[in-house]
């Protein structure tokens, strides 16, 4: 999960560092010094403590490069669904899907969120949570925070979030692993996400979505609940038909903003089951390499709240394939898995 909601930060500068000393280092930075004044001012941290854990973030050259390529920006959807549209992916999903089965049942109750869809994402941020990232977030957040210019304020702001967070868990913010973008966990939040959306959803008194999956199915379920998720409507659906790249029906922006009976008058075939006034968005993805292997979606209000965990409709589109898979359960090849 890259995005979230950025709550503003305040910058205090009230310090000039001696010249003596090296600016290289995040602790030295005027960045870091007003860093560390926001959180001794505005949150009660101790200075000299937030000080010591800005000497130990490591710049990491690598997540630089990873976040300035993410496979959403630079893949056609015919390349991005292969990554995630596997048969071990699917396999490993069903046999997720059944060890939980009680939980996601539980969270779709609560929460109105399908068992597949909260799998499917689960399945494609972390592999059921066998990938849960191997930086230190502390690192990724610094980094992030101090060499990124294009997102500093973001991820400063989600480093004020870490240090809120892990203050709040009790958990150690030296030792905590996660991606290159500081998201932790089965489900990969970040930071800020930790804080507004994690729930202890098998009762133990901990919301711990690090390590504890039972936890974390109920706060994938939330944060869709949260974003409006709506039970029983339809995701996407793919349309035999076509439009040109230039067509007017072709929206920018990820956000619905036609209706169904918008791309009905305009002669798509749209299901009968599918309501008139449900706010919709035509996508056109390359499905094969070369001309002429376009394929047509029509996405509704429900793929929107995917987009809401990655702001891309690959990343939905892939979501969405995954659930679908994991519902008919069937692997690539047909074969259903449960028998
Ligand atoms: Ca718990």
């Known amino acids: 999960m890259l995005n979230a909601r950025t709550p503003s930060i305040l910058l205090i500068f009230c310090c000039f560092l001696p010249a003596s000393l090296s600016a290289s280092q995040y602790h030295e930075s005027e960045a870091g010094q007003a860093f560390v004044s926001t959180m001794a001012q505005d949150y009660g941290f101790e200075a000299g403590r937030v000080e010591v854990l800005l000497r130990d973030a490591q710049r990491?050259?690598?997540v630089l490069e990873a976040i300035s390529r993410p496979a959403e920006k630079t893949l056609e959807w015919h390349s991005y669904r292969k990554i995630f549209m596997k048969p071990e992916r699917i396999s490993q999903g069903l046999e997720f899907m059944a060890a939980y089965a009680a939980p996601l049942a539980r969270a779709e109750r609560e929460y109105g969120v399908p068992p597949e869809i909260v799998t499917a994402i689960i399945g494609v941020e972390t592999w059921y949570g066998r990938y849960r990232g191997n930086y230190r977030v502390l690192d990724a957040l610094a980094t992030l925070a101090f060499d990124y210019p294009p997102r500093s304020q973001f991820f400063r702001s989600e480093l004020e979030q870490y240090l809120l967070m892990t203050r709040e868990q009790g958990l150690d913010p030296l030792s905590l692993k996660g991606s290159y973008a500081g998201?932790?966990?089965?489900?990969?939040f970040i930071s800020s996400s930790y804080r507004h959306y994690a729930v202890d959803f098998d009762g133990d008194g901990v919301a711990d979505i690090l390590d504890n999956p039972v936890d974390a199915i109920g706060s994938v379920a939330n944060y869709f609940s949260e974003h409006r998720w709506q039970h029983g409507?339809?995701?996407?659906?793919?349309?035999?038909?076509?439009?040109?790249a230039n067509s007017a029906l072709l929206t920018s922006g990820l956000k619905p903003n036609l209706t169904v009976s918008d791309y009905r008058e305009a002669?798509?075939?749209?299901?009968?089951?599918?309501?008139?006034?449900?706010p919709a968005r035509a996508l056109r993805l390359n499905g094969g390499e070369g001309e002429g292997k376009h394929e047509l979606w029509l996405t509704y209000r429900n793929f929107y709240v995917i987009t809401r965990y990655n702001h891309s409709h690959l990343y939905a589109m892939a979501v969405y394939q995954l659930a679908r898979a994991l519902k008919s359960g069937e692997d690539l090849g047909g074969n259903r898995k449960d028998g």
């Open 267 to 278: 002669g798509l075939p749209v299901p009968d089951s599918v309501d008139d006034d449900l």
């Open 60 to 62: 990491q050259d690598a």
């Open 233 to 244: 409507e339809p995701v996407a659906d793919q349309l035999d038909a076509e439009l040109p």
């Open 183 to 188: 998201a932790m966990g089965y489900g990969q």
